[in-house]
């Protein structure tokens, strides 16, 4: 019997091939005064920012930039930005680019309303926030569709999640064109977190009905997608339907949430802010799964069934196993099969990883669907590495 839940998703969202011209009128029906959340470079070469600039001023809507968001945003530059949308008083935050720059707006226009430093939103329940629109340029995070932002305070490395309901975005316009400039290695790192997202949705305590729907109908667009869209960078069907799990899979963690593998990579990314997300994750899951995989058999199978893969006579644990035979056959097709080493953890700091991850993302730990403890998750830790 399902465990008691709700579920609250107020997130418009706008798919399609070109979208993003209708953004000005989008962003008139909240303010003609925005602030473009976005990183340093990658927005600016490809072109997509100039074209904003444009779409809003055509549409008679006021925009300043704040492009100083880095792959693991700090606190510090969720603060600078949000000064800027007090200064400038902007209405409305616009979030343009990957995870980063998109849990960064959902942040800042938190911090722009209130009066205390972003970091102190941990322990004080922020009510309401700027509104903010969300215009996404990789597949991966989710952050598109979901309250939730990851920041790293700079002083003492620690990443946490939060999210609270005034932090839903109002709009998100997700065109597949923006995602044509994605690098190859961000394609695939982005396009791993959505298959973590999913795996960790799917099978966490808190996984119902509509997160698990949502899920199937991921993993069944990742199934080619996934490489496709690797091999194939100019592919705007693979992009398209890397955009919809990406989605999908965000709306699913907003019911459900992440569980182990997310809880022992944000530690990871936070001491080592050159690690990408979902670089961290590709080292982490394998050995996570097989912690898991005793109490979600069932879950692996059907996991097994959406990805394509054929039962032919395996037994139940032959059958369940073969998901983690697939994950690591698609970290070797999309050139993510590294260890913690590979990536330039040091094995000292594994300590301080495993009790990070209680301490910051304990509500993953206790999403997990085995219990684990600190010295099991340094185990899983030195397994992955
Ligand atoms: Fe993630």
């Given amino acids: 019997m399902q465990e008691n839940f709700s579920f609250f998703n107020p997130v418009r969202i706008s798919f399609g091939k070109g979208i993003l011209k ?40 006021g925009s300043t930039v704040y492009s100083g968001i880095t792959p693991n945003p700090t606190c510090i530059e969720i603060d600078e930005a949000a000064k800027m949308a007090k200064d400038f008083k902007t209405g409305l935050i616009i979030g343009l680019g990957g ?85 190859k290695y961000v394609t695939a790192s982005t396009g791993f977190d959505i298959f973590v997202h999913v795996l960790e949705a799917f099978t966490g305590k808190m996984k119902n009905a509509f997160s698990s729907a949502y899920c199937m109908q991921a993993f069944y667009l990742l199934k080619d997608n996934l490489i496709n869209a690797y091999n194939e960078p100019q592919n705007l069907d693979a992009r398209g339907n890397m955009a919809l799990a990406s989605a999908l899979a965000g709306l699913a963690i907003d019911l459900s949430g992440t569980g182990i593998i997310h809880a022992l990579e944000h530690p990871v990314s936070g001491n080592y802010p050159n690690i990408a997300h979902g670089a961290g994750l590709a080292a982490l899951t394998v050995a996570s799964l097989r912690y898991n995989i005793s109490g979600c058999k069932r879950d692996f199978m059907l996991i097994a069934h959406h990805l394509g893969i054929k039962r032919a006579g395996k037994t139940d ?69």
């Fill in 317 to 385: 644990d032959e059958y369940a196993y073969s998901l983690i035979e697939k994950t690591q056959e698609i970290l070797k097709a999309i050139d993510l099969n590294m260890s913690l080493k590979d990536l330039g953890v040091e094995k000292e700091a594994l300590g301080k990883i495993a009790k990070e991850a209680f301490a910051t993302m304990g509500f993953a730990v206790q999403n997990n669907p085995e219990e684990i403890d600190e010295k099991e998750a340094l185990k899983l830790l030195e397994l992955s590495y």
């Fill in 99 to 183: 995870g980063s720059p998109l849990d960064s707006a959902k942040a800042v226009a938190v911090a722009a309303k209130g009066d205390i430093p972003v970091w102190d939103y941990l322990k004080v329940k922020a009510k309401e926030a700027l509104p903010v629109i969300t215009i996404v340029s990789t597949s991966g995070t989710g952050s598109e569709v979901n309250r939730y932002s990851v920041m790293t305070n700079p002083a003492t490395k620690e990443k946490p999640g939060f999210g609270y309901e005034c932090m839903y975005p109002k709009e998100a316009i997700i065109d597949p064109e923006i995602m044509i400039s994605m690098p």
């Fill in 22 to 61: 209708n953004v000005g009128k989008i962003a008139r029906k909240y303010s003609n005064n925005a602030l473009i959340v976005t990183g340093k470079s990658s927005m600016q070469r490809s072109g997509v920012l100039q074209k904003l600039l444009d779409i809003l001023k055509a549409e008679g809507v």
